[in-house]
C-alpha cells in the first residue's frame, strides 16, 4: 500500500513554470513505476508523463513534450513535474499515480487502469 500527496499547485500566467511534486508513503516507493496524469473541467483524464522505478526511462504526452520533465528522487519518495512553457490549456487537476507492474508498464504507460494507487490532486490553473 503507498498514499500519495502532491503539492506545488497553483495559478500562474502563460508562458510561466510551475513544479509539482508528489510525496509517497511507505517503504518500496523505489519499486512503484509513476505517472502524472490530468483532468480538465468537463474532459476526460489525461496522461501527461510518467517514469520507471529507477528513473531509467521517461515517457510524455505529446501536449508537453519538451516543456514538462517528469524525475524522482527515490531516497526522498518523491516524483516531481516541472512544467515549463506552461498554457492555457494545461490548466486541469493534475494526479500523480503508482503503478506495480513491472511487465506491462513499458507499453501500458498511458492508460489509468496501468496504475494501483492515486493522489488526490492539485489544482493547475494558468491564465492567459
Known amino acids: 500500500q503507498v498514499q500519495l500527496v502532491e503539492s506545488g499547485g497553483g495559478l500562474v500566467q502563460a508562458g510561466g513554470s510551475l513544479r509539482l511534486s508528489c510525496a509517497a508513503s511507505?517503504?518500496?516507493?523505489?519499486?512503484?513505476?509513476m505517472g502524472w496524469f490530468r483532468q480538465a473541467p468537463g474532459k476526460e483524464r489525461e496522461f501527461v508523463a510518467a517514469?520507471?522505478?529507477?528513473?531509467?526511462?521517461?515517457y510524455y504526452a505529446d501536449s508537453v513534450k519538451g516543456r514538462f520533465t517528469v524525475s524522482r528522487d527515490n531516497a526522498k519518495n518523491t516524483v516531481y513535474l516541472q512544467m515549463n512553457s506552461l498554457k492555457p490549456e494545461d490548466t486541469a487537476v493534475y494526479y500523480c499515480?503508482?503503478?506495480?507492474?513491472?511487465?506491462?508498464?513499458?507499453?501500458?504507460?498511458?492508460?489509468?487502469?496501468?496504475?494501483?494507487?492515486w493522489g488526490q490532486g492539485t489544482q493547475v490553473t494558468v491564465s492567459s
Open positions: 517514469i520507471r522505478w529507477n528513473g531509467g526511462s521517461t
Open positions: 511507505g517503504r518500496t516507493f523505489s519499486n512503484y513505476n
Open positions: 499515480a503508482a503503478s506495480t507492474r513491472a511487465y506491462s508498464f513499458s507499453y501500458n504507460y498511458a492508460g489509468a487502469l496501468e496504475y494501483d494507487y
